[in-house]
Structures are given as C-alpha cells and as structure tokens.
C-alpha cells in the first residue's frame, strides 16, 4: 500500500496543480449570511449564470469559487431564501459577502418555502436534509416539536415503536448512529425514554442525515450521521422566541455582543406535568429539561471564535423505591481561521459526556456509569480550482468508560463501596476527501480514512483456554461463561489492544441531462465501541464498551446506486436508491447474558455478523400551497452467528434471522396545506411492517412447570404499525410593526386511535386454563395544543 502512494500521490498532485493553474484564474469568496440575523448560512449555492461551475457554503458559511478571467452573474440560492443574482467583474481576486432574505410566510398564492430539489451534478447521495420550519409543520405526539421523530419519515429510517428511543437507518441499529450537535457527540438522543427529542427545535440551525456514501471526515459509526449544528445568534438585534404546550414549554433568547461582530444564544426547555401528579398527592414524577448555549465572536475577516455547549437531564422518580437520573453534557470551542481565500479552517476541542444516576432507596445504594470523550480535531477545507476542492484533517478522541460506581447511601446501608474497573481507550485518525469535476457530466468524490484504535490500561483483563472467554457445552448444547485461568494488570496508558482501518469512500454522479443523473457510492467505516444492549431500542441503562482482545471493532461495508430527477420546472423531485450492506463483527449475547454490572462482559458475547438491502423512494413536491413528500422503502436486514466449529450449533443453528430492526414495508406520507394567511393545516401517515419478535410455538410441563418452547428467532412478528396525525396552525394577523407575533398550533397524534403494539405478552386465563396473548399498547389518540411567539 505504502508503494503505491508513494507511486502515484506525486503524479496525482501534479495533475491537481496543472488544473489550477492551467490558464489565469482568480478566486471570489466570501460568507453568505441571513439577512434578518446576520446568521451565517450552512448549504446556500452558489452558481454562475453563464457555466454550471458552482460551490455551496460550508458549515460557517463561507465559499470560494475560483474561475477564468471574466464578467460572470451569480445565482445565490437556499431552501427558505429569496434567490439573489448578482454580476461580478472578476478581474481579480474578490472577496464578497451575501446576505438572503427569507420568503414570506405571507404569500397568498405560491409558497416555496420547502422548494428542495435534487442536486443532479453534486456526487452526493443517500442524504436528506430537513429544515426546522418543514420539522415544525409536522404534527406530533403531545405537541412536541421534535427532530428525531421527523426523520422517521424519510426513506429508510425507521424504529422500534411507539414510545421508543433512538432510530434505525438502513437496517442498523441505533447504537450505529453517529449524533453529532455543533461537532459533539449525543450517546443518548431521546427524553423520557424515548417519548421526545434531546433537541430544542428553536436552537437548531441545519441539520443533515448521511445514509450512506459518507464522506471520510466522518468515522466512528458503521450505520449513519446525523449532523446538528445550532444557530450563531441574532448579531443584528435581541429577539425572544419560544413555545408553551401541555406537558412542556421552551424558551429561546438571542441578541447582539457587538452589533453584527459577536452574538449570544441561551435556550432552554422542560416540561412540567410531573407537578400535576403531586396535586393529586401522587409521589411519581417524570420530567425532563435541557439548555442550550453559544457565543461567537468575529474577531476580523480571517478570525471568528465559537463556544457552544449542551446540558440535558431526564429525572424519573417512583415514591419512595428509586430514582433515575441521565443525560448528556457537551462543550466545544471551535477557531476558524481563514488562510487564503481558498483555504479555509477550523480547530475545535470538544468535550461530550453521558451519565446515568439510579438512587435504590430501598436496598440503600447509588449507581452511577456513564461514558464521556475529549476530542480535539482539525479540518481544512482547501478551493484548489473550480473543479477541484479538497477537505482533509486529523482529530483524536479520548475516551473514559464507566462501567459501574455502587455507592453507599448512608452510613447505616448494608451496601459496600464497589467500582468496576473503567476503561480508557484513544481514537486517532486521518483523513482527505476530494471532489472533483471530471467533464461537463461527470463529477466523482473520493476519499480515505485511516483510524486508529487504542484500548488502554488502567485495567485488570483475564484470559481464558483457547482465548476463549465463551464455552460451548456440547451434550446441552448451549453456550456457558468460560472461567479465566489467568489476568494481567494494565498501568494506566500502557496498550491492552490494538486496532487501525483503511476506510476508503468513493462516490460518482452522471449527468444525463440537466434534470435528471444516475449515481453510485461506496464506503467502508470503522466502529470501536459497543452498547452493551439487549433490547431493540437503546435505554438509558445501557453502557458503552470499547474494542479490546475479544470484542473485536464493526466494519461496515455499503454500496449504493441511484436515480435523481427535478420535473416541471423544480417543483416536483424523484430520487430512487438501492444499496446493500454488510457489517462484521456485530455483538450477539448468549441465552441468560447479564449485562448490568458485568466485569467480564466478554463472557457472553459472542461476534456475529449483519446484512441488510432494499430499495428507497422519494417522491417530493416542492412547491405551491400544498407541499410534502411521499416516502416508501422496502428492505431487509438480518443478523447472522454462527457457531465457532463445526460442532457448535451458533445462534438460531447458524442460520440468518430478522434483526430487531428489520422493517420490510415502511411507507410514510407528509404534506402541508396553507389554506390562507392565517390557516396552516398538516398531516403525516405511516404505515409499518410489525417488529420482529420471538413468540412461543408450543409448551411442555417439567415437574409440574409449563415452560414454553421457541422456534427460529425473530420469526414472528408484531401487527402493523399505523396511524395518521393532523395539525392546524392559526397565525393571527398583527400590525406590521408590532413585534410580538405569535400562532396556536392544534394537533391530534393518532387520530383513528389506533391501538399499536408496542409488545405482545402471553398468559394462561385463570378462569379458562387457555392461553392467552396481551397486547401492550402505548398511545390511543392524542390531542394536543401549543402557543408559539416571538419578540
């Protein structure tokens, strides 16, 4: 490998070089801001009227647009934002700034506020990216605006149900899922177990989700990434914005440090239904809240500084028996820097935290675990030529895993001090993408990632016959935990384990004509830590692990090919995927694995593997009074583990079953209808494939105990998942220079009350003796109202 770079990167920069300088070019660049609150804006184009040479503005909102000598016009357009045209004299080196103005909500015949259509020549495919105001028109459980449900209903991604945390893409399971607000990473997406989002939708600026050709400044999942990033801050003026409903309220307040050089954002949320309860004198309580912050400030045109931060907490208290405490913690300082006009960077040093808090006041101790990772990471983004844009850097990750911490609650417990051995690991890597245009229809991206992994000591690590650390009984036939016969004590930093990947990605985009292009991706990622779960949905129990001499890393591998289409002049879009993925190493439990405070986790693990395919459609009209999309998928994922030897029957005798993800119909519809200036009206559907159980097949007595029998695992499966929600959303109209403006949002989640089940139970009927099936249902309807304003 090692030869073959040093063969061919010389010639490969040769000919980088050659095209940027190949006849007298100059460079335009700038920042692109929103004109209202001189935010700065994340994926506007920018494209020439004469040539189909464009860019788009990065995460800070900058581009760089190098081109021949000459007189161009600029197209300047985002999603939301009224297209700017502007003619340049490029006779050298400009540099020019933007600002766009929002489309009024108060168009009475043609609203394009959601006018997203496909971008045909970017070598860009499998992502979907949704704005906070479509997210907001979508009607939701309770009120609660909320960013992770929203994505379920785009294709591909899907759940496990009613009520459940977290989200699956393409057949992964939710721990696969990278979460990244403003850089930093989320281990826990969801408040009160799942019912809403850890995401103020008022704080949010973009956000993207990669499904699949990601491009390599990303790593560490083998399933997905979903990209958050939060506003900047109102740097033109102080404004207040916020929501009440019925279970929770949210508040939001930006403004200027130094007019339209530095600003603030404050924001925070909770909900309150827990004070009810005691009303009634019941001592329950369930509640949530979060806070968000940033501050930036530009210090000159080449200079800007970022701090941002999270705190969120979810509290669950049952009377007197316990009471839970999780949430998650984040903090980044971010520099950008800007070396030329077409070097751009950004240096940031994040720190991300997930702590779990249970109080048992009835046996009289604490437990706490959690994980948390310091990051420090360096990106650039370098404008070789119009056809050339290069992205490389490095970042490290730190981690410090806390597998359990008992502690006593008073003096007068039973209960000893214990803390399980915390583990330490490091993550460094590299990595370079480039995208380029090959001729006037074809645009390609590649990239590679090398990551590198490094469990480290502080820690006792056992070992076992034959390495191990799972038995196989071979007259039961049933997997044991095996009995170290040796351990060794690592020092702190000294090396345990060792792992590192080449991650390639590639990506290819053919136009056909200038409506319509065919497309291809591939990548390979790398996953070093595990979440030790049995469920099909992460819970807030669950604990992170890190790779070590037995739980070997997760290795992705995900090709995909796909046709885009823009029709009847943008308003309507097509886009048509398939792709089919392969993972190694995926973690599988033997029967009766316990996995809370377990030392020795590797005793009853045992490495599997997972496949997944399915075709993609999405059908988006764009523009008009009535707008939304149509979404279906139809897929398979399945996991596999089979056993060690020959004489080992593996998990379900070796053969493929149903992951807990495996959805194989997944249709879901969304629209919006602004009837006048002061109705809005909207409405989703979905309709599901039931979850992949395991039900019983038949029974048999044991000294006078009815024990039941299975077949194949996940060979049954829940009914189907459905139902239909509906939102109304009245804006009264308000003088022109008042300032506070408001709007009442009436949704019904669940309209024809549909009882899904979230599980199904068995149970012998006492009066009877006949068996019985009992579904658990989570919702029936669910009306709901909230006030929203704005100062």
Same mark, same amino acid.
């Not at 310091?374 to 490389?392: A, G, Q, R, W």
């Not at 991206?445 to 820690?459: C, K, P, V």
């Not at 029709?567 to 439990?589: A, G, H, I, P, Q």
């Given at each position: 490998? #090692? /030869?073959?770079?040093? &063969?061919? %990167?010389?010639?490969?920069? @040769?000919?980088?070089?050659?095209? *940027?300088?190949?006849?007298?070019?100059?460079?335009?660049?700038?920042?692109?801001?929103?004109?209202?609150?001189?935010?700065?804006?994340?994926?506007?184009?920018?494209?020439?009227?004469?040539?189909?040479?464009?860019?788009?503005?990065?995460?800070?909102?900058f581009f760089s647009l190098t081109l021949p000598k000459g007189n161009y016009t600029?197209?300047?357009?985002?999603?939301?934002?009224?297209?700017?045209?502007?003619?340049?004299?490029?006779?050298?080196?400009?540099?020019?700034?933007?600002? #766009? /103005?929002?489309?009024? &909500?108060? %168009?009475?015949?043609?609203? @394009?506020?959601?006018?997203?259509? *496909?971008?045909?020549?970017?070598?860009?495919?499998?992502?979907?990216?949704?704005?906070?105001?479509?997210?907001?028109?979508?009607?939701?459980?309770?009120?609660?605006?909320?960013?992770?449900?929203?994505?379920?209903?785009?294709?591909?991604?899907?759940?496990?149900?009613e009520g459940q945390s977290g989200f699956n893409v393409r057949g992964g399971g939710a721990d696969q899922n990278l979460i990244l607000l403003d850089e930093a990473t989320i281990y826990n997406s969801s408040h009160v177990f799942g019912m809403f989002s850890v995401f103020n939708p008022d704080a949010i600026k973009d956000l993207k989700l990669y499904k699949g050709g990601i491009p390599s400044r990303y790593g560490g999942r083998v399933s997905s990434v979903l990209?958050?990033?939060?506003?900047?801050?109102?740097?033109?003026?102080?404004?207040?914005?916020?929501?009440?409903?019925?279970?929770?309220?949210?508040?939001?307040?930006?403004?200027?440090i130094v007019k339209e050089k530095g600003s603030f954002l404050f924001g925070g949320r909770a909900s309150y239904a827990h004070l009810f309860l005691k009303l009634t004198d019941n001592d329950n309580s369930a509640y949530f809240y979060d806070l968000n912050t940033k501050l930036n400030y530009k210090f000159d045109d080449k200079n800007s500084l970022y701090?941002?931060?999270?705190?969120?907490?979810?509290?669950?208290?049952?009377?007197?028996?316990?009471?839970?405490t999780y949430g998650n913690a984040t903090i980044n300082t971010r520099w950008n820097h800007l070396f030329s006009d077409k070097l751009f960077s950004n240096l940031s040093f994040i720190y991300s935290?997930?702590?779990?808090?249970?109080?048992?006041?009835?046996?009289g101790f604490n437990w706490k675990s959690g994980i948390r990772n310091v990051n420090l990471k360096y990106d650039f983004k370098h404008y070789l030529s119009e056809n050339?844009?290069?992205?490389?850097?490095?970042?490290?990750?730190?981690?410090?895993?806390?597998?359990?911490?008992?502690?006593?609650?008073?003096?007068?417990?039973?209960?000893?001090?214990?803390?399980?051995?915390?583990?330490?690991?490091?993550?460094?890597?590299?990595?370079?993408?480039?995208?380029?245009?090959?001729?006037?229809?074809?645009?390609?991206?590649?990239?590679?990632?090398?990551?590198?992994?490094y469990r480290l000591g502080e820690s006792t690590i056992n070992y076992y016959e034959n390495n191990l650390p799972v038995t196989y009984d071979e007259e039961l036939q049933i997997y044991e935990k095996g009995e170290p016969i040796s351990t060794e004590y690592f020092k702190k930093y000294e090396t345990i384990a060792y792992f590192d990947n080449l991650e390639p990605r590639f990506a290819i985009a053919y136009e056909i004509n200038a409506k319509e292009s065919v497309?291809?991706?591939?990548?390979?990622?790398?996953?070093?830590?595990?979440?030790?779960?049995?469920?099909?949905?992460?819970?807030?129990?669950?604990?992170?692990?890190?790779?070590?001499?037995?739980?070997?890393?997760?290795?992705?591998?995900?090709?995909?090919?796909?046709?885009?289409?823009?029709?009847?002049?943008?308003?309507?879009?097509?886009?048509?995927?398939?792709?089919?993925?392969?993972?190694?190493?995926?973690?599988?439990?033997?029967?009766?694995?316990d996995l809370i405070a377990n030392e020795a986790i590797e005793q009853v693990i045992l490495n599997g593997k997972m496949r997944s395919y399915g075709l993609e459609v999405l059908f988006?009209?764009?523009?008009?009074?009535?707008?939304?999309?149509?979404?279906?998928?139809?897929?398979?994922?399945?996991?596999?583990?089979?056993?060690?030897?020959?004489?080992?029957?593996?998990?379900?005798?070796?053969?493929?079953?149903?992951?807990?993800?495996?959805?194989?119909?997944?249709?879901?519809?969304?629209?919006?209808?602004?009837?006048?200036?002061?109705?809005?009206?909207?409405?989703?559907?979905?309709?599901?494939?039931?979850?992949?159980?395991?039900?019983?097949n038949g029974k048999y007595v044991y000294q006078g105990i009815t024990v039941p029998s299975y077949n194949s695992r996940n060979g049954d499966r829940l009914p189907y998942y459905h139902h239909l929600d509906v939102s109304a959303t009245l804006t009264p109209k308000s003088a022109e220079n008042k300032r506070w403006k408001g709007e009442w949002v009436f949704g019904i989640y669940n309209l024809y009350s549909r009882k899904n089940a979230a599980s199904i139970g068995f149970r012998q009927n006492y009066e009877t003796g006949a068996n019985e099936a009992i579904r658990l249902s989570i919702f029936g309807i669910v009306p709901s109202v909230t006030y929203n304003f704005k100062f």
């Amino acid at each position: 490998m #090692l /030869s073959l770079l040093k &063969k061919y %990167l010389p010639i490969y920069f @040769i000919f980088l070089f050659a095209d *940027a300088f190949s006849q007298e070019k100059f460079t335009i660049s700038g920042t692109i801001r929103d004109l209202k609150t001189n935010e700065r804006l994340i994926g506007v184009n920018v494209q020439t009227k004469e040539s189909k040479a464009n860019t788009i503005t990065n995460e800070y909102g900058f581009f760089s647009l190098t081109l021949p000598k000459g007189n161009y016009t600029l197209l300047i357009s985002s999603v939301g934002f009224q297209t700017t045209e502007e003619t340049i004299d490029l006779s050298g080196n400009l540099t020019k700034n933007f600002s #766009l /103005s929002e489309i009024s &909500k108060e %168009l009475d015949e043609i609203v @394009i506020v959601n006018k997203q259509k *496909a971008n045909i020549r970017k070598p860009e495919m499998s992502v979907n990216k949704l704005s906070i105001a479509t997210i907001k028109q979508m009607p939701v459980v309770l009120g609660e605006v909320d960013i992770i449900k929203s994505l379920l209903f785009l294709p591909g991604v899907t759940n496990a149900g009613e009520g459940q945390s977290g989200f699956n893409v393409r057949g992964g399971g939710a721990d696969q899922n990278l979460i990244l607000l403003d850089e930093a990473t989320i281990y826990n997406s969801s408040h009160v177990f799942g019912m809403f989002s850890v995401f103020n939708p008022d704080a949010i600026k973009d956000l993207k989700l990669y499904k699949g050709g990601i491009p390599s400044r990303y790593g560490g999942r083998v399933s997905s990434v979903l990209d958050i990033y939060q506003k900047d801050g109102n740097s033109n003026k102080f404004s207040l914005n916020g929501g009440i409903g019925l279970i929770s309220s949210r508040i939001l307040a930006e403004g200027p440090i130094v007019k339209e050089k530095g600003s603030f954002l404050f924001g925070g949320r909770a909900s309150y239904a827990h004070l009810f309860l005691k009303l009634t004198d019941n001592d329950n309580s369930a509640y949530f809240y979060d806070l968000n912050t940033k501050l930036n400030y530009k210090f000159d045109d080449k200079n800007s500084l970022y701090l941002s931060g999270y705190f969120g907490r979810d509290v669950f208290t049952l009377s007197e028996v316990f009471t839970n405490t999780y949430g998650n913690a984040t903090i980044n300082t971010r520099w950008n820097h800007l070396f030329s006009d077409k070097l751009f960077s950004n240096l940031s040093f994040i720190y991300s935290d997930y702590y779990y808090g249970l109080i048992l006041d009835f046996v009289g101790f604490n437990w706490k675990s959690g994980i948390r990772n310091v990051n420090l990471k360096y990106d650039f983004k370098h404008y070789l030529s119009e056809n050339i844009k290069l992205t490389y850097g490095a970042n490290a990750n730190y981690y410090t895993f806390n597998p359990g911490t008992i502690e006593p609650l008073d003096d007068e417990s039973s209960i000893n001090y214990r803390q399980l051995d915390k583990k330490y690991a490091l993550e460094p890597a590299f990595y370079i993408d480039a995208e380029q245009k090959i001729s006037e229809k074809i645009n390609i991206s590649y990239g590679l990632r090398y990551s590198l992994f490094y469990r480290l000591g502080e820690s006792t690590i056992n070992y076992y016959e034959n390495n191990l650390p799972v038995t196989y009984d071979e007259e039961l036939q049933i997997y044991e935990k095996g009995e170290p016969i040796s351990t060794e004590y690592f020092k702190k930093y000294e090396t345990i384990a060792y792992f590192d990947n080449l991650e390639p990605r590639f990506a290819i985009a053919y136009e056909i004509n200038a409506k319509e292009s065919v497309k291809a991706s591939y990548h390979r990622m790398s996953q070093y830590l595990h979440l030790i779960s049995n469920t099909a949905s992460p819970t807030p129990l669950d604990v992170w692990t890190p790779s070590d001499n037995y739980i070997k890393p997760q290795l992705s591998d995900q090709i995909a090919v796909g046709y885009f289409r823009n029709f009847k002049d943008d308003n309507y879009t097509l886009e048509v995927e398939t792709y089919y993925k392969t993972v190694k190493n995926r973690m599988d439990y033997i029967d009766g694995a316990d996995l809370i405070a377990n030392e020795a986790i590797e005793q009853v693990i045992l490495n599997g593997k997972m496949r997944s395919y399915g075709l993609e459609v999405l059908f988006r009209k764009n523009t008009g009074k009535l707008n939304g999309w149509i979404a279906y998928t139809l897929s398979k994922s399945q996991q596999k583990t089979p056993g060690r030897t020959t004489t080992e029957v593996g998990i379900n005798n070796s053969d493929w079953y149903n992951s807990a993800y495996d959805k194989t119909h997944n249709l879901a519809v969304t629209g919006n209808y602004k009837w006048n200036k002061k109705w809005t009206f909207g409405a989703n559907f979905t309709l599901q494939t039931g979850q992949p159980v395991t039900f019983p097949n038949g029974k048999y007595v044991y000294q006078g105990i009815t024990v039941p029998s299975y077949n194949s695992r996940n060979g049954d499966r829940l009914p189907y998942y459905h139902h239909l929600d509906v939102s109304a959303t009245l804006t009264p109209k308000s003088a022109e220079n008042k300032r506070w403006k408001g709007e009442w949002v009436f949704g019904i989640y669940n309209l024809y009350s549909r009882k899904n089940a979230a599980s199904i139970g068995f149970r012998q009927n006492y009066e009877t003796g006949a068996n019985e099936a009992i579904r658990l249902s989570i919702f029936g309807i669910v009306p709901s109202v909230t006030y929203n304003f704005k100062f």
